[in-house]
Protein backbone atom coordinates (compact mmCIF):
# COMPACT_ATOMS: atom_id res chain seq x y z
CA UNK A 1 0.00 0.00 0.00
CA UNK A 2 1.07 3.72 -0.80
CA UNK A 3 -0.64 6.36 0.39
CA UNK A 4 -0.96 8.84 -2.31
CA UNK A 5 -1.88 11.83 -0.43
CA UNK A 6 1.09 11.46 2.44
CA UNK A 7 3.64 10.91 -0.32
CA UNK A 8 1.94 13.83 -2.59
CA UNK A 9 1.94 16.67 0.91
CA UNK A 10 5.31 15.28 1.88
CA UNK A 11 7.40 15.69 -1.47
CA UNK A 12 5.59 19.18 -1.91
CA UNK A 13 6.89 20.28 1.35
CA UNK A 14 8.80 23.37 0.45
CA UNK A 15 12.20 22.37 0.09
CA UNK A 16 13.60 25.06 2.27
CA UNK A 17 11.29 24.06 5.13
CA UNK A 18 11.92 20.15 4.57
CA UNK A 19 15.58 21.44 5.18
CA UNK A 20 16.40 22.58 8.62
CA UNK A 21 20.11 22.15 8.39
CA UNK A 22 20.03 24.32 5.34
CA UNK A 23 18.36 27.01 6.86
CA UNK A 24 20.79 27.36 9.97
CA UNK A 25 23.55 27.36 7.26
CA UNK A 26 22.06 30.21 5.51
CA UNK A 27 21.54 32.11 8.66
CA UNK A 28 25.11 31.21 9.87
CA UNK A 29 26.65 32.12 6.41
CA UNK A 30 24.88 35.12 5.58
CA UNK A 31 25.11 37.08 8.80
CA UNK A 32 21.90 39.70 9.95
CA UNK A 33 21.81 41.85 7.16
CA UNK A 34 22.09 39.35 4.03
CA UNK A 35 19.99 36.62 5.79
CA UNK A 36 17.11 39.67 6.52
CA UNK A 37 17.41 40.57 2.48
CA UNK A 38 17.71 37.17 1.18
CA UNK A 39 14.77 35.46 3.82
CA UNK A 40 11.80 36.04 2.09
CA UNK A 41 13.60 34.82 -1.37
CA UNK A 42 14.72 31.67 0.31
CA UNK A 43 11.02 31.03 1.31
CA UNK A 44 9.65 32.05 -2.08
CA UNK A 45 12.16 29.82 -3.79
CA UNK A 46 11.94 26.90 -1.56
CA UNK A 47 8.05 27.09 -2.39
CA UNK A 48 8.38 27.50 -5.88
CA UNK A 49 10.71 24.41 -6.42
CA UNK A 50 8.80 21.92 -4.75
CA UNK A 51 5.26 22.64 -6.38
CA UNK A 52 5.08 24.36 -9.82
CA UNK A 53 8.69 24.30 -11.01
CA UNK A 54 9.03 20.83 -9.55
CA UNK A 55 6.04 20.66 -12.41
CA UNK A 56 7.61 22.44 -15.16
CA UNK A 57 10.99 20.10 -14.66
CA UNK A 58 9.43 17.05 -15.24
CA UNK A 59 7.61 18.51 -18.51
CA UNK A 60 10.91 20.42 -19.84
CA UNK A 61 12.53 16.86 -19.47
CA UNK A 62 9.86 15.04 -21.23
CA UNK A 63 10.15 17.55 -24.03
CA UNK A 64 13.73 18.00 -24.93
CA UNK A 65 15.13 20.94 -27.03
CA UNK A 66 15.28 20.81 -30.48
CA UNK A 67 17.72 21.96 -33.18
CA UNK A 68 16.11 24.35 -36.14
CA UNK A 69 18.90 24.52 -38.62
CA UNK A 70 16.84 26.75 -41.14
CA UNK A 71 13.89 28.89 -41.81
CA UNK A 72 10.89 28.05 -43.91
CA UNK A 73 12.85 30.30 -46.46
CA UNK A 74 15.61 27.68 -46.19
CA UNK A 75 18.22 30.04 -45.17
CA UNK A 76 20.12 28.76 -42.11
CA UNK A 77 19.29 29.97 -38.51
CA UNK A 78 21.03 27.71 -35.97
CA UNK A 79 18.44 28.16 -33.43
CA UNK A 80 17.75 25.78 -30.93
CA UNK A 81 13.75 25.43 -29.41
CA UNK A 82 13.34 24.56 -25.73
CA UNK A 83 9.85 23.71 -24.35
CA UNK A 84 7.68 26.59 -23.24
CA UNK A 85 7.75 24.94 -20.05
CA UNK A 86 11.39 25.50 -19.51
CA UNK A 87 11.28 28.92 -20.84
CA UNK A 88 8.76 29.56 -18.01
CA UNK A 89 10.79 27.66 -15.73
CA UNK A 90 13.63 29.45 -16.85
CA UNK A 91 12.15 33.33 -16.89
CA UNK A 92 10.69 32.49 -13.35
CA UNK A 93 14.43 31.14 -11.37
CA UNK A 94 16.43 33.94 -12.96
CA UNK A 95 13.74 36.39 -11.76
CA UNK A 96 14.09 35.07 -8.50
CA UNK A 97 17.28 35.87 -8.27
CA UNK A 98 19.60 32.22 -9.03
CA UNK A 99 22.47 34.91 -10.91
CA UNK A 100 21.60 38.75 -11.01
CA UNK A 101 21.69 39.78 -7.29
CA UNK A 102 25.64 38.92 -7.21
CA UNK A 103 26.20 41.44 -10.15
CA UNK A 104 23.81 44.28 -9.14
CA UNK A 105 24.01 46.91 -6.22
CA UNK A 106 20.72 45.21 -4.04
CA UNK A 107 21.88 46.10 -0.50
CA UNK A 108 23.49 49.30 0.49
CA UNK A 109 25.14 49.74 -2.66
CA UNK A 110 26.87 46.41 -2.60
CA UNK A 111 26.14 43.46 -4.94
CA UNK A 112 24.76 39.67 -2.72
CA UNK A 113 27.64 37.81 -2.08
CA UNK A 114 28.02 34.54 -4.18
CA UNK A 115 26.31 32.52 -0.32
CA UNK A 116 22.95 34.35 -1.59
CA UNK A 117 22.51 33.21 -5.35
CA UNK A 118 23.87 29.91 -4.41
CA UNK A 119 21.55 29.13 -1.49
CA UNK A 120 18.62 30.40 -4.03
CA UNK A 121 20.48 27.44 -6.43
CA UNK A 122 20.46 24.93 -4.39
CA UNK A 123 16.56 25.38 -3.98
CA UNK A 124 16.04 25.60 -7.50
CA UNK A 125 18.44 22.50 -8.62
CA UNK A 126 16.50 20.35 -6.66
CA UNK A 127 13.75 20.97 -8.81
CA UNK A 128 15.46 20.53 -11.95
CA UNK A 129 18.90 19.90 -12.55
CA UNK A 130 19.89 20.80 -16.39
CA UNK A 131 18.58 24.03 -16.12
CA UNK A 132 21.31 24.45 -13.40
CA UNK A 133 24.04 24.34 -15.78
CA UNK A 134 22.79 27.63 -18.04
CA UNK A 135 22.32 29.24 -14.96
CA UNK A 136 26.37 28.37 -14.12
CA UNK A 137 27.11 29.50 -17.89
CA UNK A 138 25.15 32.64 -17.29
CA UNK A 139 26.76 33.42 -13.92
CA UNK A 140 30.72 32.32 -15.14
CA UNK A 141 30.19 34.71 -18.28
CA UNK A 142 29.16 37.51 -16.21
CA UNK A 143 31.84 36.89 -13.70
CA UNK A 144 34.73 36.99 -16.51
CA UNK A 145 32.81 39.93 -17.77
CA UNK A 146 33.05 41.73 -14.42
CA UNK A 147 36.70 40.59 -13.92
CA UNK A 148 38.61 41.06 -17.11
CA UNK A 149 36.01 42.67 -19.98
CA UNK A 150 36.72 46.25 -21.09
CA UNK A 151 34.26 49.19 -20.41
CA UNK A 152 32.42 48.43 -24.02
CA UNK A 153 32.13 44.69 -23.29
CA UNK A 154 30.38 45.72 -19.77
CA UNK A 155 28.68 48.03 -20.89
CA UNK A 156 27.17 46.17 -23.40
CA UNK A 157 27.23 42.35 -22.25
CA UNK A 158 27.77 42.25 -18.55
CA UNK A 159 24.11 44.46 -17.82
CA UNK A 160 22.44 41.98 -20.18
CA UNK A 161 24.12 38.67 -18.97
CA UNK A 162 23.06 40.30 -15.55
CA UNK A 163 20.09 41.59 -15.77
CA UNK A 164 17.25 40.84 -13.39
CA UNK A 165 14.32 40.99 -16.38
CA UNK A 166 14.56 37.77 -18.54
CA UNK A 167 13.20 39.48 -21.29
CA UNK A 168 16.52 41.40 -21.79
CA UNK A 169 18.48 38.56 -20.39
CA UNK A 170 21.57 36.94 -22.37
CA UNK A 171 22.65 33.59 -21.40
CA UNK A 172 26.01 32.63 -21.31
CA UNK A 173 28.16 29.63 -22.64
CA UNK A 174 31.52 28.40 -21.97
CA UNK A 175 33.49 26.59 -24.92
CA UNK A 176 36.44 24.66 -24.36
CA UNK A 177 35.94 21.04 -25.17
CA UNK A 178 36.96 20.30 -29.17
CA UNK A 179 37.09 16.82 -30.26
CA UNK A 180 40.87 16.87 -29.75
CA UNK A 181 39.94 16.90 -25.79
CA UNK A 182 37.81 18.20 -23.25
CA UNK A 183 40.80 17.37 -20.31
CA UNK A 184 43.53 18.03 -22.57
CA UNK A 185 42.30 21.57 -23.53
CA UNK A 186 45.47 23.05 -24.45
CA UNK A 187 45.07 20.75 -27.77
CA UNK A 188 42.38 23.15 -29.01
CA UNK A 189 42.63 23.93 -32.74
CA UNK A 190 39.68 26.47 -33.20
CA UNK A 191 41.93 29.69 -34.31
CA UNK A 192 41.34 33.32 -33.71
CA UNK A 193 42.49 35.61 -36.76
CA UNK A 194 42.85 39.39 -36.57
CA UNK A 195 41.98 41.29 -39.77
CA UNK A 196 40.29 44.42 -40.45
CA UNK A 197 40.45 45.22 -37.07
CA UNK A 198 38.13 43.17 -35.54
CA UNK A 199 38.53 39.27 -34.65
CA UNK A 200 37.22 36.55 -36.25
CA UNK A 201 36.96 32.30 -34.62
CA UNK A 202 37.22 29.15 -36.95
CA UNK A 203 36.95 25.73 -35.58
CA UNK A 204 34.49 23.12 -34.04
CA UNK A 205 33.24 22.91 -30.14
CA UNK A 206 32.38 19.07 -29.80
CA UNK A 207 30.55 19.55 -26.54
CA UNK A 208 28.53 22.89 -26.37
CA UNK A 209 26.00 23.62 -23.87
CA UNK A 210 23.20 26.13 -24.30
CA UNK A 211 24.65 26.72 -28.15
CA UNK A 212 21.99 27.75 -29.67
CA UNK A 213 20.70 29.96 -26.71
CA UNK A 214 23.11 31.41 -25.14
CA UNK A 215 23.92 35.21 -26.82
CA UNK A 216 27.07 35.61 -24.79
CA UNK A 217 29.41 32.81 -25.62
CA UNK A 218 32.80 32.47 -23.77
CA UNK A 219 35.63 30.57 -26.01
CA UNK A 220 39.19 29.65 -26.09
CA UNK A 221 40.67 29.76 -29.30
CA UNK A 222 43.99 29.87 -30.39
CA UNK A 223 45.35 33.53 -32.53
CA UNK A 224 47.20 32.72 -35.30
CA UNK A 225 50.57 32.40 -34.45
CA UNK A 226 50.36 31.69 -30.77
CA UNK A 227 52.23 28.75 -29.13
CA UNK A 228 50.69 25.35 -29.17
CA UNK A 229 49.11 24.35 -25.42
CA UNK A 230 46.82 26.24 -23.11
CA UNK A 231 49.28 29.29 -22.84
CA UNK A 232 49.12 29.74 -26.50
CA UNK A 233 44.71 30.34 -25.90
CA UNK A 234 42.81 33.41 -26.30
CA UNK A 235 39.55 33.96 -24.06
CA UNK A 236 36.52 35.36 -26.76
CA UNK A 237 33.17 36.17 -26.35
CA UNK A 238 31.33 35.37 -29.13
CA UNK A 239 27.93 37.10 -29.45
CA UNK A 240 24.87 35.64 -30.81
CA UNK A 241 23.83 38.16 -33.11
CA UNK A 242 26.15 40.61 -34.80
CA UNK A 243 25.76 44.34 -33.79
CA UNK A 244 23.49 44.85 -36.77
CA UNK A 245 20.86 41.54 -35.39
CA UNK A 246 22.29 39.41 -38.44
CA UNK A 247 23.30 36.22 -36.86
CA UNK A 248 26.98 35.67 -36.13
CA UNK A 249 28.58 33.04 -38.14
CA UNK A 250 28.26 29.81 -36.11
CA UNK A 251 26.85 26.34 -37.67
CA UNK A 252 24.71 23.93 -34.80
CA UNK A 253 25.56 20.52 -36.26
CA UNK A 254 23.67 18.25 -33.68
CA UNK A 255 22.36 18.21 -30.24
CA UNK A 256 23.67 16.01 -28.26
CA UNK A 257 21.67 12.82 -27.22
CA UNK A 258 22.47 12.50 -23.35
CA UNK A 259 21.90 10.39 -20.70
CA UNK A 260 20.83 12.92 -18.58
CA UNK A 261 20.05 16.31 -18.08
CA UNK A 262 17.99 16.04 -21.25
CA UNK A 263 15.84 19.66 -20.75
CA UNK A 264 18.91 21.90 -21.76
CA UNK A 265 20.29 21.72 -25.42
CA UNK A 266 24.15 20.28 -25.68
CA UNK A 267 25.08 20.99 -29.67
CA UNK A 268 28.38 20.28 -31.86
CA UNK A 269 28.53 23.64 -33.49
CA UNK A 270 31.42 25.21 -35.41
CA UNK A 271 32.15 28.98 -35.87
CA UNK A 272 32.47 29.99 -39.44
CA UNK A 273 34.23 33.60 -39.54
CA UNK A 274 31.85 34.33 -36.22
CA UNK A 275 32.66 37.81 -35.00
CA UNK A 276 34.11 37.45 -31.77
CA UNK A 277 36.30 39.85 -28.93
CA UNK A 278 38.77 39.29 -26.97
CA UNK A 279 38.16 39.09 -23.17
CA UNK A 280 41.08 40.48 -21.36
CA UNK A 281 44.71 39.38 -22.09
CA UNK A 282 44.11 37.80 -25.35
CA UNK A 283 47.73 35.76 -23.88
CA UNK A 284 46.07 35.31 -20.73
CA UNK A 285 43.08 33.20 -22.14
CA UNK A 286 43.46 30.09 -20.35
CA UNK A 287 44.20 31.38 -17.12
CA UNK A 288 41.25 33.48 -17.53
CA UNK A 289 38.92 30.99 -18.30
CA UNK A 290 40.48 28.52 -15.47
CA UNK A 291 38.61 31.26 -12.90
CA UNK A 292 35.67 30.36 -14.17
CA UNK A 293 36.16 26.94 -14.38
CA UNK A 294 36.87 26.89 -10.74
CA UNK A 295 33.24 28.91 -10.58
CA UNK A 296 31.81 26.10 -12.10
CA UNK A 297 33.58 23.25 -9.87
CA UNK A 298 31.33 24.94 -7.31
CA UNK A 299 28.37 25.18 -9.18
CA UNK A 300 28.69 21.55 -9.94
CA UNK A 301 29.14 20.69 -6.09
CA UNK A 302 25.75 22.78 -5.35
CA UNK A 303 24.19 20.93 -7.86
CA UNK A 304 25.15 18.11 -6.11
CA UNK A 305 24.16 18.50 -2.66
CA UNK A 306 20.69 19.41 -4.03
CA UNK A 307 20.45 16.30 -6.13
CA UNK A 308 21.11 14.52 -2.46
CA UNK A 309 18.71 16.13 -1.01
CA UNK A 310 16.14 16.20 -3.26
CA UNK A 311 16.66 12.34 -2.96
CA UNK A 312 16.25 12.44 0.01
CA UNK A 313 13.11 14.01 0.52
CA UNK A 314 11.88 11.81 -2.23
CA UNK A 315 13.16 8.80 -0.13
CA UNK A 316 11.77 9.42 2.96
CA UNK A 317 8.20 10.86 1.59
CA UNK A 318 8.20 7.13 -0.06
CA UNK A 319 9.37 5.00 2.96
CA UNK A 320 6.34 7.19 5.25
CA UNK A 321 3.60 6.73 2.90
CA UNK A 322 4.42 3.24 1.56
CA UNK A 323 2.98 0.22 3.99
CA UNK A 324 4.76 -3.24 3.47
CA UNK A 325 4.81 -6.67 5.89
CA UNK A 326 2.12 -4.69 7.73
CA UNK A 327 4.33 -1.74 8.67
CA UNK A 328 5.25 1.73 7.82
CA UNK A 329 8.90 1.26 5.70
CA UNK A 330 9.75 4.28 7.61
CA UNK A 331 9.99 1.80 10.81
CA UNK A 332 11.91 -1.10 9.58
CA UNK A 333 15.14 0.02 11.90
CA UNK A 334 17.15 -0.96 8.17
CA UNK A 335 15.61 1.73 6.36
CA UNK A 336 16.04 4.45 9.45
CA UNK A 337 19.86 3.34 8.85
CA UNK A 338 20.10 4.63 5.81
CA UNK A 339 18.22 7.53 5.79
CA UNK A 340 20.17 8.54 8.86
CA UNK A 341 23.11 7.25 6.67
CA UNK A 342 22.26 9.62 3.69
CA UNK A 343 21.09 12.37 5.70
CA UNK A 344 24.51 12.67 7.38
CA UNK A 345 26.31 12.48 4.22
CA UNK A 346 24.07 15.14 2.39
CA UNK A 347 24.53 17.55 5.29
CA UNK A 348 28.39 17.08 5.86
CA UNK A 349 28.81 17.61 2.06
CA UNK A 350 26.37 20.97 2.30
CA UNK A 351 28.78 22.39 4.96
CA UNK A 352 31.81 21.64 2.95
CA UNK A 353 30.57 22.83 -0.46
CA UNK A 354 29.58 25.88 1.39
CA UNK A 355 32.72 26.59 3.18
CA UNK A 356 34.10 27.06 -0.27
CA UNK A 357 31.40 29.47 -0.83
CA UNK A 358 32.22 31.32 2.26
CA UNK A 359 36.05 31.49 1.54
CA UNK A 360 35.10 32.69 -2.21
CA UNK A 361 33.12 35.45 -0.58
CA UNK A 362 36.31 36.53 1.50
CA UNK A 363 38.63 35.90 -0.93
CA UNK A 364 36.52 37.99 -3.18
CA UNK A 365 35.91 40.96 -0.81
CA UNK A 366 39.51 41.63 -0.28
CA UNK A 367 38.95 40.94 3.56
CA UNK A 368 40.39 37.47 4.00
CA UNK A 369 43.20 35.20 6.04
CA UNK A 370 46.87 35.39 4.33
CA UNK A 371 45.14 31.06 3.94
CA UNK A 372 41.99 31.40 2.26
CA UNK A 373 42.91 31.99 -1.25
CA UNK A 374 45.24 28.85 -0.72
CA UNK A 375 42.33 27.25 0.85
CA UNK A 376 39.68 27.69 -1.99
CA UNK A 377 42.51 26.92 -4.53
CA UNK A 378 43.10 23.06 -2.66
CA UNK A 379 39.24 22.83 -1.87
CA UNK A 380 37.13 23.29 -4.94
CA UNK A 381 38.66 20.40 -7.03
CA UNK A 382 38.41 18.10 -3.87
CA UNK A 383 34.54 19.20 -3.25
CA UNK A 384 33.65 19.02 -6.76
CA UNK A 385 34.50 15.28 -7.53
CA UNK A 386 33.45 14.14 -3.86
CA UNK A 387 30.19 15.44 -3.78
CA UNK A 388 29.57 14.09 -7.98
CA UNK A 389 30.32 11.01 -6.59
CA UNK A 390 27.92 10.97 -3.68
CA UNK A 391 25.31 12.48 -5.63
CA UNK A 392 25.37 9.38 -8.14
CA UNK A 393 25.25 7.03 -4.92
CA UNK A 394 22.44 8.53 -3.30
CA UNK A 395 20.15 8.79 -6.42
CA UNK A 396 21.48 4.99 -7.27
CA UNK A 397 20.19 4.44 -3.46
CA UNK A 398 16.62 6.24 -3.78
CA UNK A 399 15.96 4.81 -6.94
CA UNK A 400 16.47 1.37 -4.91
CA UNK A 401 14.22 3.10 -1.47
CA UNK A 402 11.30 3.11 -3.86
CA UNK A 403 11.46 -0.28 -5.30
CA UNK A 404 10.50 -0.79 -8.51
CA UNK A 405 8.82 2.32 -8.78
CA UNK A 406 12.02 3.55 -8.57
CA UNK A 407 12.72 2.51 -11.90
CA UNK A 408 9.82 3.99 -13.69
CA UNK A 409 10.22 7.11 -15.29
CA UNK A 410 7.26 8.77 -13.82
CA UNK A 411 8.76 9.06 -10.66
CA UNK A 412 11.54 11.54 -9.33
CA UNK A 413 14.73 9.14 -9.09
CA UNK A 414 15.30 8.07 -12.78
CA UNK A 415 15.72 11.48 -13.90
CA UNK A 416 17.93 12.56 -11.08
CA UNK A 417 20.04 9.69 -11.19
CA UNK A 418 20.78 10.41 -15.27
CA UNK A 419 21.40 13.70 -14.33
CA UNK A 420 23.98 13.01 -11.34
CA UNK A 421 26.05 10.73 -13.87
CA UNK A 422 26.66 13.86 -15.32
CA UNK A 423 28.57 16.08 -11.99
CA UNK A 424 31.71 13.61 -11.96
CA UNK A 425 32.12 14.01 -15.87
CA UNK A 426 31.96 17.60 -16.42
CA UNK A 427 34.11 20.43 -15.45
CA UNK A 428 37.02 17.26 -14.66
CA UNK A 429 36.66 14.14 -13.98
CA UNK A 430 38.10 13.35 -11.14
CA UNK A 431 41.58 12.07 -11.95
CA UNK A 432 41.73 16.02 -13.28
CA UNK A 433 40.51 17.44 -10.64
CA UNK A 434 43.01 14.90 -8.53
CA UNK A 435 45.76 16.52 -10.66
CA UNK A 436 44.76 20.22 -10.76
CA UNK A 437 45.22 19.18 -6.03
CA UNK A 438 48.88 18.07 -6.88
CA UNK A 439 49.54 21.19 -9.06
CA UNK A 440 48.56 23.38 -6.53
CA UNK A 441 50.29 21.36 -3.43
CA UNK A 442 53.59 21.96 -6.18
CA UNK A 443 53.53 25.79 -7.28
CA UNK A 444 51.37 27.32 -4.13
CA UNK A 445 52.02 24.54 -1.26
CA UNK A 446 48.05 24.28 -0.84
CA UNK A 447 48.56 21.14 1.47
CA UNK A 448 50.37 23.10 4.76
CA UNK A 449 47.92 25.40 3.78
CA UNK A 450 44.92 23.05 4.71
CA UNK A 451 46.25 21.38 7.43
CA UNK A 452 47.08 24.55 9.16
CA UNK A 453 43.56 25.87 8.90
CA UNK A 454 42.38 22.35 10.28
CA UNK A 455 44.85 22.65 13.03
CA UNK A 456 43.79 26.58 13.98
CA UNK A 457 39.91 25.52 13.78
CA UNK A 458 40.27 22.99 16.12
CA UNK A 459 42.09 24.89 19.11
CA UNK A 460 38.79 27.05 18.81
CA UNK A 461 36.90 27.39 22.38
CA UNK A 462 34.44 23.91 22.43
CA UNK A 463 31.68 23.16 25.01
CA UNK A 464 33.71 20.44 27.48
CA UNK A 465 31.67 17.37 26.49
CA UNK A 466 32.72 17.52 22.84
CA UNK A 467 36.69 17.91 23.68
CA UNK A 468 37.21 13.94 23.31
CA UNK A 469 35.91 14.57 19.45
CA UNK A 470 38.07 17.03 19.34
CA UNK A 471 41.10 14.80 20.44
CA UNK A 472 40.57 12.20 18.24
CA UNK A 473 40.39 14.82 15.13
CA UNK A 474 43.55 16.13 16.04
CA UNK A 475 45.17 12.73 16.08
CA UNK A 476 43.93 12.08 12.44
CA UNK A 477 45.28 15.69 11.24
CA UNK A 478 48.62 14.85 12.50
CA UNK A 479 48.55 11.41 10.77
CA UNK A 480 47.53 13.24 7.51
CA UNK A 481 50.19 16.14 7.58
CA UNK A 482 52.70 12.73 8.12
CA UNK A 483 50.92 11.47 5.02
CA UNK A 484 51.50 14.78 3.18
CA UNK A 485 55.27 14.22 3.75
CA UNK A 486 55.28 10.63 2.68
CA UNK A 487 53.43 11.71 -0.70
CA UNK A 488 56.00 14.08 -1.60
CA UNK A 489 58.90 11.47 -1.34
CA UNK A 490 57.01 9.59 -4.25
CA UNK A 491 57.76 9.78 -7.29
CA UNK A 492 55.38 11.80 -9.64
CA UNK A 493 53.69 9.04 -10.99
CA UNK A 494 53.46 6.89 -7.43
CA UNK A 495 51.59 10.71 -6.53
CA UNK A 496 48.68 10.21 -8.78
CA UNK A 497 48.41 6.88 -7.59
CA UNK A 498 48.16 7.74 -4.29
CA UNK A 499 46.35 11.37 -4.14
CA UNK A 500 42.93 9.95 -3.91
CA UNK A 501 43.26 8.58 -0.66
CA UNK A 502 45.06 11.17 0.59
CA UNK A 503 41.87 14.18 -0.13
CA UNK A 504 39.38 11.65 0.36
CA UNK A 505 40.73 11.65 4.24
CA UNK A 506 41.37 15.77 3.70
CA UNK A 507 37.67 16.01 2.83
CA UNK A 508 36.10 13.69 5.89
CA UNK A 509 38.57 15.59 8.48
CA UNK A 510 37.52 18.86 7.03
CA UNK A 511 33.96 17.75 7.06
CA UNK A 512 34.30 16.72 10.46
CA UNK A 513 35.86 19.93 11.53
CA UNK A 514 32.72 21.35 10.31
CA UNK A 515 30.31 19.22 11.88
CA UNK A 516 32.61 19.60 14.73
CA UNK A 517 31.95 23.81 14.90
CA UNK A 518 27.95 22.88 14.17
CA UNK A 519 27.93 20.92 17.00
CA UNK A 520 29.31 23.51 19.31
CA UNK A 521 27.02 26.08 18.25
CA UNK A 522 23.81 23.31 18.80
CA UNK A 523 25.28 22.57 22.26
CA UNK A 524 25.00 26.66 22.88
CA UNK A 525 21.46 26.43 21.55
CA UNK A 526 20.81 23.30 24.10
CA UNK A 527 20.81 20.85 21.46
CA UNK A 528 22.31 17.74 21.15
CA UNK A 529 21.67 17.07 17.26
CA UNK A 530 24.92 18.12 16.08
CA UNK A 531 26.77 16.31 17.72
CA UNK A 532 24.56 13.06 17.17
CA UNK A 533 25.15 14.20 13.21
CA UNK A 534 29.16 14.74 14.33
CA UNK A 535 29.38 11.27 16.35
CA UNK A 536 27.60 9.65 13.31
CA UNK A 537 29.54 10.95 10.96
CA UNK A 538 33.36 9.99 12.97
CA UNK A 539 32.25 6.85 14.10
CA UNK A 540 31.75 6.05 9.97
CA UNK A 541 34.70 7.77 8.57
CA UNK A 542 37.09 8.45 11.34
CA UNK A 543 37.55 4.39 12.54
CA UNK A 544 37.55 1.43 10.54
CA UNK A 545 33.76 0.83 10.20
CA UNK A 546 30.32 0.40 7.13
CA UNK A 547 27.71 2.57 8.13
CA UNK A 548 25.94 -0.96 8.71
CA UNK A 549 28.12 -1.11 11.86
CA UNK A 550 28.32 2.33 12.67
CA UNK A 551 24.65 2.66 13.29
CA UNK A 552 24.41 -1.22 15.00
CA UNK A 553 24.08 0.14 18.42
CA UNK A 554 22.35 3.22 19.73
CA UNK A 555 23.31 5.33 17.25
CA UNK A 556 19.93 4.10 15.11
CA UNK A 557 17.73 5.63 18.07
CA UNK A 558 18.95 9.08 16.78
CA UNK A 559 16.90 8.80 13.80
CA UNK A 560 13.96 10.68 15.17
CA UNK A 561 16.91 13.61 16.18
CA UNK A 562 19.28 13.19 12.76
CA UNK A 563 16.13 12.86 10.16
CA UNK A 564 13.30 14.48 11.38
CA UNK A 565 14.72 17.39 13.73
CA UNK A 566 12.93 15.77 17.14
CA UNK A 567 14.51 17.60 19.71
CA UNK A 568 16.94 16.12 21.99
CA UNK A 569 19.73 17.89 24.99
CA UNK A 570 23.36 17.45 24.91
CA UNK A 571 22.53 14.63 27.88
CA UNK A 572 20.39 12.91 25.77
CA UNK A 573 22.81 12.63 22.71
CA UNK A 574 25.95 12.49 25.17
CA UNK A 575 24.66 8.98 26.38
CA UNK A 576 23.40 8.08 22.42
CA UNK A 577 27.02 8.37 21.32
CA UNK A 578 28.61 6.57 24.56
CA UNK A 579 29.50 3.47 21.93
CA UNK A 580 30.71 5.74 19.31
CA UNK A 581 33.08 7.68 21.50
CA UNK A 582 34.27 4.38 22.92
CA UNK A 583 35.44 3.21 19.20
CA UNK A 584 36.97 6.11 18.56
CA UNK A 585 40.91 6.32 18.35
CA UNK A 586 42.31 8.97 20.83
C1 LIG B 1 26.39 16.72 -21.10
C2 LIG B 1 27.71 17.35 -21.29
C3 LIG B 1 27.77 18.71 -21.53
C4 LIG B 1 29.01 19.33 -21.71
N1 LIG B 1 29.03 20.68 -21.94
C5 LIG B 1 30.22 21.29 -22.17
C6 LIG B 1 30.29 22.68 -22.47
O1 LIG B 1 29.27 23.37 -22.49
N2 LIG B 1 31.48 23.23 -22.72
C7 LIG B 1 32.63 22.50 -22.72
O2 LIG B 1 33.68 23.07 -22.97
N3 LIG B 1 32.60 21.18 -22.45
C8 LIG B 1 31.44 20.56 -22.17
N4 LIG B 1 31.41 19.22 -21.88
C9 LIG B 1 32.63 18.44 -22.00
C10 LIG B 1 33.22 17.98 -20.69
O3 LIG B 1 33.69 19.07 -19.94
C11 LIG B 1 34.32 16.97 -21.04
O4 LIG B 1 33.69 15.86 -21.65
C12 LIG B 1 35.09 16.53 -19.82
O5 LIG B 1 35.86 17.60 -19.34
C13 LIG B 1 35.98 15.34 -20.11
O6 LIG B 1 36.78 15.57 -21.23
P1 LIG B 1 36.85 14.50 -22.42
O7 LIG B 1 35.46 14.20 -22.85
O8 LIG B 1 37.79 14.99 -23.44
O9 LIG B 1 37.42 13.21 -21.75
P2 LIG B 1 38.93 12.72 -21.75
O10 LIG B 1 39.81 13.85 -21.40
O11 LIG B 1 39.18 12.00 -23.01
O12 LIG B 1 38.92 11.72 -20.54
C14 LIG B 1 38.64 10.34 -20.66
C15 LIG B 1 39.10 9.63 -19.37
O13 LIG B 1 40.50 9.74 -19.26
C16 LIG B 1 40.87 10.25 -18.00
N5 LIG B 1 42.09 11.07 -18.18
C17 LIG B 1 42.31 12.02 -19.13
N6 LIG B 1 43.52 12.54 -18.97
C18 LIG B 1 44.09 11.92 -17.91
C19 LIG B 1 45.34 12.01 -17.24
N7 LIG B 1 46.26 12.87 -17.64
N8 LIG B 1 45.57 11.21 -16.16
C20 LIG B 1 44.64 10.35 -15.74
N9 LIG B 1 43.44 10.21 -16.34
C21 LIG B 1 43.16 10.98 -17.41
C22 LIG B 1 39.68 11.09 -17.53
O14 LIG B 1 39.62 11.16 -16.12
C23 LIG B 1 38.52 10.29 -18.12
O15 LIG B 1 38.11 9.30 -17.21
C24 LIG B 1 30.19 18.58 -21.66
C25 LIG B 1 30.13 17.20 -21.42
C26 LIG B 1 28.91 16.60 -21.22
C27 LIG B 1 28.87 15.13 -20.96
Known amino acids: MLDHAAYTEATRRSYFHQDPAFQALMRQTLGPAWHAWAAER ?77 GLGYLMAQAEQGFFCPVCLTAGTAWLLERFGDDRLKAEYLTRVASPNYDELYEGAMFLTERTGGSDVGAATTEARFENGQWTLWGDKWFASNGGRARAMM ?16 LFLVPRERPDGSPNAIRIHRLKDKLGTRSMPST ?20 HMAEMLNLSRIYNAVASVANMRRMINEALAFAGARTAFGARVEDYPMVRAQLIERTVEQEADLRLVFEAIRLLDRVESGEHAPRDPLLTRVLTPMVKYHTAREAVDTASWAAEAFGGIGYIEEWAPPRFLRDAQVLPIWEGTTNILLMDVLRGFAKENTGPALLGELGARLAAELPAGLAPWRTALATQVADLERHLLALANLSEADRTVHIKSWCDRAVRLYQAVLLLESAARDWEAGSGRGALVLGAFMRRHLTPTTWREALGGTLVEAYGAIVEHAPVTPTEAVAQLREALAAMPQ
Open 42 to 118: LESVGALASTRWADLAVVANEQPPRLRTHDRWGDRIDRVEVHPAYEQLAKEAYEAGVVWPRFNPVLDGRQAPWSVVF
Open 219 to 234: VLARPQGAPAGTRGLG
Open 268 to 287: ELSFEGALAYPVGDVAKGFS
